[in-house]
């Protein structure tokens, strides 16, 4: 503050005023770096620079010829990157630009206020791409800047300091807060994310994919994004048996793992469920895909507003239309089950099919476990082959040819779920055992402070199933064979520190410090924050409207309610008419606020002493002549307000107010 207050003193007005308006629209636009290409981000910094070294050195601004070919090719640039320039990538792109060139265009005061409304739409664009608390705490820090710059170039005469403008820019803001919490909660709001653009809903989001091949997981498990939140109604599972079921993989054709084609809704699924029901409360991040998840196995269908649910007969719960927008569902699950004992002889044909042709050598030990007769033993088999060979769990697996599975488990033996996943199934059906691939999250992390769960991408998860007769599907974990911590302790309890800025790194770090620390509190306190964020004001649909208002009538609709209210807003009316009396005359109070300073200066008034007699002692006191202007014309504008018969000036008290700063 103390330098912003030097720098200003150096600095004509019209400079200032100049420096503040770009400083506020550098606010404005920075965070658009993160989604702009490249070069729009060094072109409006560039001009940027350009503004600020033309109001520093007082030079002229470039002319009209010179501006015209620069914006034309950067509209060209705009329609060759984004091959359009509607949307919302190219619109917020031009938009960006404009606001950039339109600060060497400034001649006359109304293309300053043309920036400046520019940048509050500007501010709005935001939203587009992030909707978070420390988004939504840019943008009001953004409004404040540029309200304070707007004041700026308003003022006439003295000009009160920076802190004093910026301290009035953010009362403008607080005086419409409650006029903006009230069109929020009462305003009807329509169907649909508030921010969301059609084309553009689903740009960038990232998710479990409807196929998967060696590397996919991976890959999605270097991504620290949330994928979704979890309340239990009542404690947690222990996390060997946080697996949350998503998408079953039943086709194979030497490389990729597809759902089987075909499958649809079902009404009916032979089910037996053991054990005390899990209740969860389910918030879904969009990820632009239909699947829904839940804790292995649901039990029931959940229900979506405005977006019918179904499941297919492998349990995979999905929405009728792409999740664009978070959304929140109750599901409740049972981990003891036994899931279609009987299937019918297409299904078991369906699970045992395998492509010709690949993967010689994995058939040859399929067929070598076709010897033992019980199909239990099969699978436990395999599993210890995995658990004692030297088999690695890895994120940087080896890159596999034609025969993926050959060479994964008899020359690189290193891979991440996917690998063991795929390599056991294929096994198993070589062996005569019916399994499939199933995909989703396993573990998640427990918030203490809100008791809510985050699953992140980091938590992406393949897992087998195999078929016993008269048992049914039974999860099989071929990870867990080879890196238990994996299940135990989740992704960064398994992987090898090799980077230490990455998820293993971080997971490494973490794993020594406490849970009391400050840090992790600190940590823990900010997600619960982003939780309650995202349920109550971005997760603010017409149905929870609907539900509050209703909540509100028949709240009003009581009497004693009623009294309560009308009780409350006449002692807030007693409360401001006594503070306004207490407060007195606002012009005395400036008298009484100038005679203080004086006297903290070693001026004090006497008792009897008037402001006309005050100011004639004060000549020869040896002030400032600035300061000693100040105070003279204070004293006598305030004599006259209390002597003269003459009306006082309805602007007596700003004026008072500004000679007061400029005597300090």
Request: with cysteine.
């Amino acid at each position: 503050m103390k330098k912003l207050a030097a720098i200003s003193q150096r600095l004509t007005r019209d400079k200032a005023d100049t420096l503040l308006l770009l400083g506020a629209a550098l606010l404005v636009l920075a965070p658009h770096a993160a989604h702009l290409p490249l070069w729009v981000s060094v072109a409006c910094g560039a001009t940027l620079l350009w503004r600020a070294s033309i109001t520093f050195r007082g030079t002229r601004m470039p002319p009209g010829f010179l501006l015209l070919p620069v914006s034309l090719a950067a509209m060209g640039a705009v329609f060759a990157t984004y091959h359009t320039l509607l949307g919302r990538d190219a619109g917020v792109a031009m938009l960006v630009l404009l606001v950039a060139f339109k600060m060497l265009e400034m001649h006359a005061r109304r293309d300053l206020f043309v920036v400046i409304f520019l940048c509050f739409f500007l501010v709005l664009t935001n939203f587009f791409y992030s909707q978070s608390i420390a988004t939504a705490i840019m943008m009001v820090v953004s409004v404040i800047a540029l309200l304070t710059a707007q004041l700026s170039f308003q003022f006439t005469g003295a000009v009160p300091s920076f802190g004093r403008r910026l301290l009035i820019g953010a009362r403008i803001l607080g005086m419409g807060l409650p006029l903006a919490l009230l069109l929020f909660f009462v305003f009807p709001r329509i169907q649909g994310p508030l921010w969301g653009m059609p084309g553009d809903a689903s740009d960038g989001r990232s998710g479990l994919s409807e196929s998967m091949a060696p590397g996919n997981l991976s890959s999605l498990a270097k991504s620290g994004e949330t994928a979704f939140r979890v309340r239990f109604d009542g404690p947690a599972p222990a996390p060997h048996q946080l697996y949350w079921r998503g998408l079953v993989l039943g086709e194979f054709d030497g490389r990729t793992w597809t759902r089987l084609r075909g499958q649809g809704a079902t009404s009916s699924i032979a089910m037996t469920v053991t054990g005390r029901p899990l209740r969860q409360q389910v918030t879904l991040e969009p990820a632009g895909k239909r699947w829904l998840f839940a804790l292995d196995v649901p039990a029931a269908l959940p229900q979506l507003e405005a977006n019918t649910v179904s499941v297919t007969p492998e349990l995979e719960l999905s929405a009728a239309r792409p999740i664009d927008q978070r959304v929140r569902y109750d599901v409740t699950s049972y981990l003891s089950y036994r899931v279609q004992p009987k299937l019918e002889m297409g299904e078991l044909v369906q699970s045992l099919m395998i492509p010709w042709g690949f993967n010689p050598q994995a058939r040859q030990l399929g067929d070598t476990l076709r010897r033992i007769a019980d199909p239990a033993r099969r699978v436990s088999t395999l599993l210890t082959m995995f658990r004692t060979e030297n088999y690695i769990y890895t994120l940087e697996p080896p890159r596999l040819g034609r025969d993926s599975v050959d060479e994964f488990l008899f020359t690189t033996r290193a891979g991440f779920c996917e690998h063991y996943a795929s390599s056991f199934v294929f096994v198993m059906r070589a062996a005569g055992v019916p399994a499939r691939v199933v995909t989703g999250y396993q573990g998640g992390e427990m918030n203490p402070v809100d008791g809510v769960m985050t699953v992140r991408q980091s938590d992406a998860h393949a897992w087998a199933e195999v078929w016993i007769a008269g048992r049914g599907w039974v999860r099989v974990d071929p990870t867990s064979a080879v890196a238990p911590e994996r299940v135990q302790r989740g992704l960064a309890g398994a992987i090898p520190p090799q980077d230490p800025f990455g998820i293993a790194g971080l997971g490494s770090l973490m794993e020594g410090v406490s849970e009391n620390t400050l840090l992790t509190q600190l940590r823990n306190q900010w997600s619960a924050l982003n939780n309650d964020w995202n349920q109550w004001i971005l997760n603010y649909t017409p149905q929870r409207q609907h539900a509050l208002l209703s909540s509100m009538h028949a709240a009003l609709s009581d009497w004693r309610v009623i009294t309560v209210i009308v009780l409350l807003l006449m002692l807030l009316f007693i409360g401001r008419a006594w503070r306004s009396q207490r407060q007195g005359d606002p012009i005395d109070a400036l008298y009484s606020a100038m005679c203080l300073q004086l006297a903290r200066q070693g001026l004090p008034r006497a008792p009897d002493e008037g402001p006309s007699a005050y100011a004639q002692r004060l000549q020869g006191s040896g002030m400032a002549p600035a300061k000693q202007a100040a105070v003279a014309r204070f004293l006598a504008l305030y004599s006259a307000y209390k002597y003269a018969p003459a009306a006082p000036d309805a602007r007596l008290a700003a004026t008072l107010k500004s000679l007061l700063n400029e005597s300090r």
